[in-house]
């Protein structure tokens, strides 16, 4: 069956667009998805919009109404302050979490499964992305470096934030979607794995780097090498 490929904006998908063969473009649920071949594999691509409400939206309406056999997310993600990671690279992730869904008390930090209403097994609302979809992708993109993946509602453009998110996530890079998109995976019951290019650095906005290009340029070139492309 077909891989369905979830990205948030064109600007991460636009030499992805280009490389899908015989493309054309399906309605699904409200939604258009190019479809076509990456390599030997069917793919559909579709374009949720940012932040984790729209992805959940968008990825949970067209599964409804189509199978899909896995999907991959992909997209420009920001390195913490301690990651060891440098713009361009490139990395997939074995864990995802949203560190932010919960309570915050004079205690400290308490996710959803704190106060009863448990999103993930772990904390911070974390889950295990370690599947044969992920390894099979790390096989094939030697360079990808593993790493921990959070969701956050609120990026993390000051210093002590990006700081705090990073502590307690226990992760290397911060993104948007992929929780959700994770959690819809799981609930359609097909495998999730999401791969993302370092864009920037987190931390105080007037003093982050950014290189969007050498990001989308290098995601774009990991996701044809996934599907033996290029």
């Given at each position: 069956?077909?891989?369905?490929?979830?990205?948030?904006?064109?600007?991460?998908?636009?030499?992805?667009?280009?490389?899908?063969?015989?493309?054309?473009?399906?309605?699904?649920?409200?939604?258009?998805?190019?479809?076509?071949?990456?390599?030997?594999?069917?793919?559909?691509?579709?374009?949720?919009?940012?932040?984790?409400?729209?992805?959940?939206?968008?990825?949970?309406?067209?599964?409804?109404?189509?199978?899909?056999?896995?999907?991959?997310?992909?997209?420009?993600?920001?390195?913490?302050?301690?990651?060891?990671?440098?713009?361009?690279d490139l990395t997939i992730a074995v864990s995802e979490c949203d560190p932010q869904s919960g309570i915050l008390t004079p205690e400290g930090f308490r996710d959803l499964g704190g106060l009863g209403f448990p999103l993930?097994?772990?904390?911070?609302?974390?889950?295990?992305?370690?599947?044969?979809?992920?390894?099979?992708?790390?096989?094939?993109?030697?360079?990808?470096?593993?790493?921990?993946?959070?969701?956050?509602?609120?990026?993390?453009?000051?210093?002590?934030?990006?700081?705090?998110?990073?502590?307690?996530?226990?992760?290397?890079?911060?993104?948007?979607?992929?929780?959700?998109?994770?959690?819809?995976?799981?609930?359609?019951?097909?495998?999730?794995?999401?791969?993302?290019?370092?864009?920037?650095?987190?931390?105080?906005?007037?003093?982050?780097?950014?290189?969007?290009?050498?990001?989308?340029?290098?995601?774009?070139?990991?996701?044809?090498?996934?599907?033996?492309?290029?």
């Open positions: 069956m077909t891989t369905l490929l979830v990205a948030a904006v064109a600007r991460e998908t636009r030499y992805v667009t280009a490389a899908i063969s015989s493309s054309r473009t399906e309605r699904r649920a409200g939604y258009d998805l190019t479809v076509g071949r990456l390599g030997l594999s069917p793919v559909a691509l579709l374009l949720t919009g940012v932040g984790a409400v729209r992805a959940s939206a968008a990825a949970s309406a067209v599964l409804a109404v189509e199978p899909f056999a896995r999907i991959l997310n992909f997209g420009v993600g920001g390195a913490y302050p301690n990651s060891g990671l440098n713009i361009g993930a097994p772990a904390f911070p609302n974390k889950l295990d992305l370690q599947n044969e979809w992920t390894e099979t992708l790390a096989a094939r993109l030697p360079d990808a470096q593993p790493v921990g993946v959070a969701s956050v509602h609120c990026c993390s453009g000051t210093d002590a934030l990006a700081a705090e998110m990073e502590t307690r996530s226990d992760s290397e890079v911060e993104a948007m979607e992929g929780f959700a998109l994770a959690c819809a995976a799981r609930k359609a019951g097909i495998p999730f794995a999401e791969i993302r290019a370092i864009s920037n650095f987190t931390g105080d906005r007037d003093r982050q780097r950014w290189n969007l290009d050498l990001a989308c340029d290098r995601l774009a070139a990991a996701v044809r090498q996934a599907f033996g492309e290029g």
